[in-house]
């Protein structure tokens, strides 16, 4: 970014509020509306403290909201390498959106999806180009007014991706979205809008990444919103990588109408802080919502995840399952809640979630909840936390495996039940990988020695 | 030099003194029967020396090929060539068999140095420059011996143990100890919770291993598993001690008089190791 760039547009604040909306003057007025709106709302509602319940555990006083720019251009004309790098690891796709700091940097969809009618582009774009579709479904799920900083979002909002899938078709091959973030001390508001018409489905991944040199504050809050109509299917797979400068707040909402399938996997392993609301309703019989995260937090990191799947139909099915490793001084929270509602009978509702703590010094709550207002629903949920196995290290050890490394596989280990959720194998190798690449960044000498489990697998 | 020797060796578990003045010793080539009630010491002695940070040695000393077995983490004493196969194994979700086996290999092969840090790439083409089993080679070595002990392919993909069967479970451990090659193996307990068919697959992978290059400890305390492995000396443990070794006759005296008649002998009180599991 140049110093130019640096001193006109700094301040999550008035000033930076002008400057965005000067950059955005195309913009159609229902999306001005909308964002003043949302800066209006962003002003009234305090920022939440220790005392709020839902934010007792993450710690916002040090954001320096005056520090940081609304809004960063590309750095560069071309794509990084890094992100060239990151395509061509990930899955084949049946597109790929890019976002580099908060533009729009690439675009390519498979001519195939395009002439099945489906829709995929910017969230930026969409506003110019399918004007009606944004306006009638854009904030609707997933209302500014969720908290501060998804208020924030719709204040600042650039970037993000658009999709839409006509009924009865399917995206097989994953729709990827990808946000570059190498700006120094900058905002970051992308929106992910999705339509799913009747019995279409659609696979998407989407990755949030962060160049690992800022010295600055960043601040990411994204939104999704997920609209599916009956018999609409999902995968959902997102990988957060910002880099440990990164206030990262997210707020995803799904709702599934009739015999609407999710599959959702989260995958949290940056970000100085993350706080995120996941939630799913499903207001269709039939409805079907698995929700399953993992994180793996170092350091001071800080993790606090909400998720709330709530059942407002009979015959529904759901199931979260989330797990995660702090180590050092990282703490996290995880507050499942599952609500089944009085017309919800015939339900059946699973929520666990599993931590292993590596250090001392780590902390980790869990505050599962369960309402259930209907007759004849069966619900249920379990909660961990725990160190590594004593007895299983010395199994590993007594094998001849360096303690560092049986540590490793039994942490690596502990992800496998969620990793096995992950659709593709593709995927879950890339996602394995990443992992593996954090534990050895932390812990050298816990390389496994020629050991790949890709090549074990694929025999 | 013995292979394994063991001397007046004490070991206490939680301040409780368990193995008091244990003496022993096996080399290879050699099969020994170790057996005894329940809660005479038997697995204490097994964990004690597979390194259990839980078991502590107070007294007397422990030499694997010369060297100082004590001295050694539980790492290395595998990594020279002991082998124990537990009684009770745990189970280890999300770590597959395979993958498990092969970095078990693979860190015997790197010989307790420092394992190369590989980045992802170089680790994934398998260029570690060194001796490390390739996949493919690996998964060879670990089937032919997969099917030897009657378990199928896809026990390899699974994770460790989990929801394993106690006869899949003891199979498994003689899997490792086949892939591992040890010089010594402790089994503890291999027998229980076999049917007769599975008892006697566990018998021949023992069988087969058994020879010049390595040794066997086997501690049991039914002499049916003995009709399989054929010992040359039995040793006869009581509260922690050996009280009586002999030859392969001893089982079937055992088996006919039982362990009362041994307390007889040495004058031990019966009540001591009653109650134990
Ligand atoms: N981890 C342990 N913690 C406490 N006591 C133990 C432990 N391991 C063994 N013991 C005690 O040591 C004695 C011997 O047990 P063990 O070695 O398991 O005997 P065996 O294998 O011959 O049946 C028993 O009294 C048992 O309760
Ligand atoms: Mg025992």
Known sequence: MTIAEMTQLVGLNADGFSELLARRSGEPAWMRQAREAAWELYKTMPMPTRRDEEWRRVDLRSIRLSEIAPFAARSSGALPVAVKERITAGPASAAMVVQH???????????????QGVTVCGLDEAVRLHPDLVRKYFGVIRPAAHNKFTALHYAFQ??????RVPAGVRVDKPIRSMVYLDADGAGCFPHTLILLEKGASLNYFEE???LDDGRRQNLASGVAEIHMDDGAQIRFMSLQEYNRDTFNFSSEKTIGQKDARVAWLTAELGGRLNK???????????????????????????????????????????????????????RSCFRGRIV???????????LADHTMLLSDKARSDSVPTLEIEANDVICKHAATVGEISAEELFYLLSRGIPEPVARKMIVLGFFEEVLKGVPAASLQKLVRRHLQAKFDVHDHDATMPGLSESDMESD | MATLEIKDLHVSVEGKEIIRGLSLEVNKGEVHALMGPNGSGKSTLSFALAGHPKYTVTRGEARFKGGDLLALPPDERARAGLFLAFQYPAAVPGVTVGNFLRTAVNSHRANGSAPRALTGKEAEAGKNGGNQISAREFLKVLKENMRILNLQDDFAFRYLNDGFSGGEKKRVEILQMAVLKPELAILDETDSGLDIDAMKTVAEGVNRLVGPEMGALVITHYQRLLNYIKPQKVHVMMEGRIVTSGGPELVHELEAKGYDWIRQKFGIAATATAAAS
């Open chain 1, 208 to 210: 949030r990444i962060g």
């Open chain 1, 340 to 350: 089944v509602q009085k017309e919800a009978s015939q339900t059946q509702s699973f």
């Open chain 1, 101 to 115: 700091n908060s533009e729009d940097a690439y675009i390519e969809v498979d001519p195939e999806i395009r002439r």
């Open chain 1, 158 to 163: 650039s970037g993000g991706t658009f999709i």
């Open chain 1, 276 to 330: 995120g609301f996941i939630d799913c309703d499903l207001t269709g019989p039939g409805g079907r919502c698995e929700l399953l995260g993992l994180y793996y937090i170092n350091g001071r990191q800080q993790s606090d995840v909400v998720t709330l799947l709530t059942h407002k139909a009979p015959h529904t099915e759901g199931n979260i399952l989330f797990k995660g490793v702090c180590d050092d001084a990282a």
